[in-house]
């Protein structure tokens, strides 16, 4: 297991859930949830500078099919400027069914989805994280596949 904290991204379309785990690779916690838009790159990659991440993990909404989903190319551009706008490498793992487990969590607990909305995409964000975590370090293989920046940025 590589040493290093991470940062886990949920994409959505209004809004990113951000995760961060600790600096041996072991534990996924919430750290917050960014707005879709302007700045929203920046202010991902401030939080990975702050933190120090070794590596950015986004999570890549595919269908139950294992094919693309509406979602999909969405998660695979952002995660493209995310690497083409900083030299910290950034990975993307499949994260299916990460946003219906996170809202069956915290309705487990009572909360309200509606209110939560926030809160889930950040624990789908460390859903996400913490799967790549665990298959890294049980597996004993980088998780997911590198976004390669276009050639010229």
Do not use: C
């Not at 949920?10 to 949830?33: F, N, Y």
């Not at 920046?42 to 094919?67: F, M, Q």
């Not at 993307?92 to 509606?114: F, I, K, P, Q, Y």
Request: hydrophobic share 45%; net charge neutral; charged share 25%.
């Amino acid at each position: 297991m590589r040493l290093g904290a991470r940062l886990g991204i949920d994409v959505g379309s209004v809004r990113i859930g951000v995760a961060s785990s600790d600096p041996h690779g072991m534990l996924a916690t919430p750290v917050g949830t960014v707005a879709r838009g302007d700045g929203d790159v920046a202010a991902i990659l401030t939080e990975a500078i702050e933190r120090a991440v070794v590596e950015i993990v986004i999570g890549l909404p595919l269908a139950l099919s294992g094919g693309d989903s509406a979602s999909t190319q969405d998660a695979r551009d952002f995660a493209l400027r995310v690497a083409e706008a900083s030299d910290i490498p950034v990975r993307m793992v499949d994260e299916r069914l990460s946003t219906v487990s996170a809202t069956r969590a915290l309705r487990a607990t009572g909360r309200n989805s509606r209110v939560s909305r926030p809160v889930i995409d950040q624990v789908a964000a460390v859903i996400i994280l913490q799967h790549a975590l665990d298959a890294e370090r049980t597996g004993g293989r980088l998780p997911g596949a590198v976004v390669v920046p276009h050639e010229g940025r």
